[in-house]
């Protein structure tokens, strides 16, 4: 089997940790039997500087073209005082919008061994910490009505959504479930807000398509309390775009790094109706005051392959492979310096020797 894949490396250190997850890649085709093409697209800072746009069309292009797309990290100073429109994040955006991804998923893991990068007591995060934020993406507060009054002494913004947009999104979170520890949490403000009560309504009603999904329903602020109270409780959290937007930095800052963290924007459809390509992304940025001194920790970007393969090319057995590698090599006490909790221990590599390890790593799976 032959899949397409476009890639982002972007700017800062966006091309060091692309890189580092191009080789894991390619090591788990190789075991599991597959082989993935790479079509490089411009975009960000570096598109700025060759072509004059942040998001050239081409790019685009190449993307929609493609079974998924792997992003690095875009933007730095360089670009920063360039109007809204020209800067790199407004590639971003747009590139987004343009593969019409309205699910995203923002898995929260806390690998054995870097428990001491949370900054939960060790009694709280308990046996472990695996959740899953599924956020809805492209619609709610954030693309809703919203206006000053003419003298500029009032404002409002408008939380709409529709059954269907709830329904596709809540399918995702089903599914995630299904594939999980089968509990799915539905978080809102039913008590006060009309549009949470049709989630909570069209939740209910969907939940017999999957009787083997525990579901249940928690208001946004007993949710943030419970996150830090007992995350551990939590397997899939499924919830609207602003919601979403809080909760899942959340959720990302009790595992303690931001270099581990991947994320996945799926659910866009191709013009005849086929999935369209999701894009899996480290969470973290651009990194400027690490770019090329091979100090970026490329593990999230490495975990959102192998979220690429799961989700996107149907490869659960190779992912699943790729998260065991990376737990091998924590297991084996090796971290960036990001995730340095000061243990003597402990072996501090960089970049490329972090890609390393886990290619091997995978690569001995093999064997
Ligand atoms: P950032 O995530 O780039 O960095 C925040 C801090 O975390 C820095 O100290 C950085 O060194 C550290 N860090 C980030 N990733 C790391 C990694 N993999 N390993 C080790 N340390 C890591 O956020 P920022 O500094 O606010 O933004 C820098 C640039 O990135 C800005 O131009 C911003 O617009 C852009 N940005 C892009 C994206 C994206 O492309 N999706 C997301 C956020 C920020």
């Given at each position: 089997?032959?899949?397409?894949?476009?890639?982002?490396?972007?700017?800062?250190?966006?091309?060091?940790?692309?890189?580092?997850?191009?080789?894991?890649?390619?090591?788990?085709?190789?075991?599991?039997?597959?082989?993935?093409?790479?079509?490089?697209?411009?975009?960000?800072?570096?598109?700025?500087?060759?072509?004059?746009?942040?998001?050239?069309?081409?790019?685009?292009?190449?993307?929609?073209?493609?079974?998924?797309?792997?992003?690095?990290?875009?933007?730095?100073p360089k670009w920063d005082k360039l109007p809204g429109a020209q800067r790199p994040e407004a590639g971003l955006l747009g590139f987004r919008?343009?593969?019409?991804?309205?699910?995203?998923?923002?898995?929260?893991?806390?690998?054995?061994?870097?428990?001491?990068?949370s900054p939960l007591k060790a009694s709280v995060i308990g046996t472990g910490l695996d959740l899953l934020v599924v956020r809805e993406l492209t619609g709610g507060i954030y693309f809703g009505d919203r206006g000053r009054s003419p003298d500029g002494e009032s404002a409002w913004d408008t939380e709409?959504?529709?059954?269907?947009?709830?329904?596709?999104?809540?399918?995702?979170a089903f599914d995630a479930a299904r594939g999980r520890k089968k509990k799915l949490c539905v978080v809102d403000k039913a008590n006060v807000l009309e549009s949470s009560?049709?989630?909570?309504?069209?939740?209910?009603?969907?939940?017999?398509?999957?009787?083997?999904?525990?579901?249940?329903?928690?208001?946004?602020?007993?949710?943030?309390?419970?996150?830090?109270?007992?995350?551990?409780?939590?397997?899939v959290i499924a919830t609207s775009n602003m919601f979403g937007d809080i909760l899942s930095d959340e959720a990302a800052?009790?595992?303690?790094?931001?270099?581990?963290?991947?994320?996945?924007?799926?659910?866009?459809?191709?013009p005849?109706?086929?999935?369209g390509p999701g894009i899996f992304e480290p969470i973290h940025g651009s990194a400027p005051d690490i770019a090329g001194q091979d100090k970026a920790n490329p593990l999230a970007t490495i975990l959102s392959g192998a979220m690429l393969l799961s989700h996107s090319l149907g490869e659960a057995k190779a992912a699943a492979a790729i998260e065991a590698a990376v737990g091998r090599v924590i297991a084996a006490g090796y971290r960036c310096a990001d995730i340095d909790s000061g243990d003597p221990a402990e072996k501090i590599v960089g970049t490329r020797e972090m890609g390393r390890l886990v290619t091997e790593a995978m690569l001995e799976a093999g064997r």
């Open positions: 089997m032959s899949y397409t894949v476009a890639t982002i490396p972007g700017d800062g250190i966006g091309p060091d940790v692309v890189r580092e997850a191009i080789q894991v890649l390619d090591a788990a085709g190789k075991v599991f039997g597959f082989s993935l093409e790479y079509r490089e697209a411009p975009m960000g800072g570096r598109a700025i500087d060759a072509f004059g746009s942040p998001l050239p069309a081409a790019s685009l292009e190449t993307c929609k073209n493609s079974d998924a797309v792997l992003l690095g990290a875009v933007g730095g919008a343009g593969l019409g991804a309205y699910a995203n998923l923002r898995p929260a893991r806390l690998f054995p061994g870097l428990e001491g990068a709409r959504y529709s059954k269907p947009e709830i329904t596709r999104l809540l399918r995702v009560r049709l989630w909570r309504e069209t939740a209910k009603a969907m939940a017999s398509e999957w009787p083997e999904v525990e579901l249940s329903f928690l208001y946004v602020d007993a949710a943030a309390m419970e996150l830090v109270r007992a995350p551990g409780r939590f397997d800052m009790i595992t303690g790094s931001i270099g581990m963290l991947a994320s996945a924007s799926v659910g866009g459809r191709r005849d109706g086929r999935p």
